[in-house]
């Protein structure tokens, strides 16, 4: 999304002109870890500590350890950044299905057809672009295919009278996706 680039664009000048940069509001252990694979080691936001009074910090930074799951996250080689913005496109989308079914009188239905969508955007791009495996870049566009296909499925079938279908099936779909794209981070 445009804050994503945005934040990686301020990251990279920082890097050119030898500047730490400290990323406010980080609010989730998942924004950590992209922050983390990004080249960023200094944050602060409610995950890592709820506002405490002056004397309390001393303590506080003595004891902290930061969160396990951001432990041993390296800076992606610059090939593989491209890779988080994948992620991010299609948590967004993801994001932007279930405000959707959760409000659709005020909430903007996502791209339906996944080709023209910005992750099958990003997937095209990649897919042309030859830097990583063609089979696995073919197995995520498959799976995002069925994710698209079984939301246009469930949103025609949808009574909004009734109650809302089960998401599961689709966020199975989407964590397939995004552990697909995590493999190729890991094997280039």
Same mark, same amino acid.
């Given at each position: 999304?445009?804050? !994503?680039?945005?934040?990686?664009?301020?990251?990279?000048?920082?890097?050119? !002109?030898?500047?730490?940069?400290?990323?406010?509001?980080?609010?989730?252990?998942?924004? *950590? @870890?992209?922050?983390?694979?990004?080249?960023?080691?200094?944050?602060?936001?409610?995950?890592?500590?709820?506002?405490?009074?002056?004397?309390? @910090?001393?303590?506080?930074?003595?004891?902290?350890?930061?969160? &396990?799951?951001?432990?041993?996250?390296?800076?992606?080689? !610059?090939?593989?950044? *491209?890779?988080?913005? *994948?992620? @991010?496109?299609?948590?967004?989308?993801?994001?932007?299905?279930?405000?959707?079914?959760?409000?659709?009188?005020?909430?903007?239905?996502? &791209?339906?057809?996944?080709?023209?969508?910005? !992750?099958?955007?990003?997937?095209?791009?990649?897919?042309?672009?030859?830097?990583?495996?063609?089979?696995?870049? *073919?197995?995520?566009?498959?799976?995002?295919?069925?994710?698209?296909?079984? @939301?246009?499925?469930?949103?025609?079938?949808?009574?909004?009278?009734?109650?809302?279908?089960?998401?599961?099936?689709?966020?199975?779909?989407?964590?397939?996706?995004?552990?697909?794209?995590?493999?190729?981070?890991?094997?280039?």
């Amino acid at each position: 999304s445009a804050s !994503f680039s945005i934040l990686e664009a301020a990251l990279a000048l920082a890097q050119a !002109f030898r500047r730490d940069v400290v990323v406010e509001g980080v609010e989730s252990i998942e924004h *950590g @870890v992209l922050l983390r694979q990004l080249g960023c080691n200094i944050a602060q936001g409610y995950v890592i500590a709820k506002p405490m009074r002056e004397e309390a @910090v001393a303590s506080w930074v003595d004891g902290y350890v930061g969160h &396990e799951e951001w432990r041993g996250i390296k800076e992606l080689e !610059f090939k593989d950044k *491209g890779l988080l913005y *994948g992620l @991010v496109e299609h948590r967004a989308w993801l994001k932007q299905l279930q405000e959707y079914l959760d409000d659709p009188a005020h909430s903007e239905m996502p &791209e339906l057809d996944a080709g023209h969508c910005r !992750f099958g955007e990003w997937l095209k791009h990649e897919q042309l672009s030859d830097r990583y495996d063609t089979e696995a870049l *073919g197995v995520i566009g498959k799976l995002h295919e069925r994710l698209h296909v079984s @939301v246009e499925t469930m949103l025609s079938s949808l009574d909004l009278a009734s109650p809302l279908p089960p998401m599961e099936a689709l966020k199975e779909l989407h964590a397939s996706i995004l552990d697909s794209i995590r493999a190729l981070m890991k094997h280039p």
